[in-house]
């Protein structure tokens, strides 16, 4: 069990893509509107997995390859550690599947609307890009 390990506020990157957008705004609006969870997503044309309102900041839905979804979550989560707190005697949760639609419940789900460039980093070529992105931090 690494809830022990966290910070109370902590950032969680998908390992599989890059987000290429700056990360200090990121954070600052994440204090700056006393988020407990915090998602970058985009907009997408293909149905999406995010029901954003961009009025409220929320998410209302959180739903893979649905056409009432015109926003993607794309690998950039920032949460309070106490959001895990009623998980830890939980063999297996899902962050999609538990997580967010407990947060999405009681409307503590955000979302930080992107435009920013996303790399998949399973290319030679992205990951080259990656590697000369992550060196400019």
């Keep these: 069990n690494a809830y022990t390990l966290l910070e109370d506020n902590f950032i969680v990157i998908n390992v599989d893509n890059i987000w290429m957008g700056k990360y200090k705004p990121l954070i600052e609006y994440y204090y700056r509107i006393n988020a407990q969870a915090l998602i970058v997503i985009r907009s997408v044309k293909n149905p999406g997995n995010t029901l954003?309102?961009?009025?409220?900041?929320?998410?209302?839905?959180y739903a893979r390859n649905s056409p009432d979804c015109k926003y993607e979550d794309i690998?950039?989560?920032?949460?309070?550690?106490?959001?895990?707190?009623?998980?830890?005697?939980?063999?297996?949760?899902?962050l999609e599947d538990d997580i967010y639609i407990s947060l999405i419940k009681d409307r503590k789900l955000n979302g930080f609307l992107s435009n920013d460039r996303i790399l998949d980093i399973g290319t030679f070529e992205n990951l080259k890009l990656t590697k000369q992105y992550i060196s400019s931090l």
């Design 52 to 61: 954003f309102n961009p009025k409220s900041s929320k998410i209302d839905h």
């Design 75 to 94: 690998g950039v989560k920032i949460f309070n550690k106490s959001i895990f707190a009623g998980y830890l005697n939980k063999n297996r949760i899902s």
